[in-house]
């Protein structure tokens, strides 16, 4: 039993090492997209202010393109939802159901229930995944 004990934190020891160097990598990696990002702008500004659509550099094109975000405003989706369907635009629209919160109202049943209704099992998979948990002791 103390060697299977031996192989546990052993094991510990490994996943903490592997999270920390996680957060290290993505901590890096946080900067370098925060530099990637302010370089793109500048390179950006640079090209509008020298009126170049495009050059070459090495055997690189580097070009100017501008791509358009459009987001529902917070408050106001319901509405442009109804102005789609109106315009003839009703297939972009999409119901969808967070994974997380259809998870969470499964979990909720299942504690209340030892099974769930049989027409809502029959439209859900439910996959339990055991995993360690971590965080600093007292």
């Known amino acids: 039993n103390s060697m299977s004990q031996a192989t546990v934190f052993e094991l510990a ?5 592997l999270r920390d160097r996680k957060a290290e990598l993505e901590g890096f990696l946080k900067a370098v997209n925060a530099a990637i990002e302010e370089t793109d702008r500048k390179l950006a500004e640079a090209m ?3 009126e170049l659509q495009n ?9 100017l393109r501008t791509e358009t975000y459009v987001s529902a405003k917070a408050d106001r989706r319901q509405e442009l939802i109804a102005w789609l369907k109106q ?3 009703g297939d972009l629209v999409q119901e969808t159901v967070h994974p997380r919160t259809l998870s969470a109202a499964v979990k909720e049943l299942l504690e209340d ?3 769930l209704p049989e027409d809502l099992s029959e ?5 339990e995944k055991t995993t ?3 965080r600093k002791a007292k």
């Open 123 to 127: 439209l859900v998979n439910v996959f």
């Open 48 to 50: 509008v202010n020298e």
């Open 55 to 63: 050059f070459v550099r090495g055997d690189r094109l580097f070009y």
């Open 132 to 134: 360690v948990g971590l």
């Open 87 to 89: 315009h003839g635009m």
């Open 113 to 115: 229930e030892d099974d």
């Open 13 to 17: 020891d490994r996943l903490l090492e």
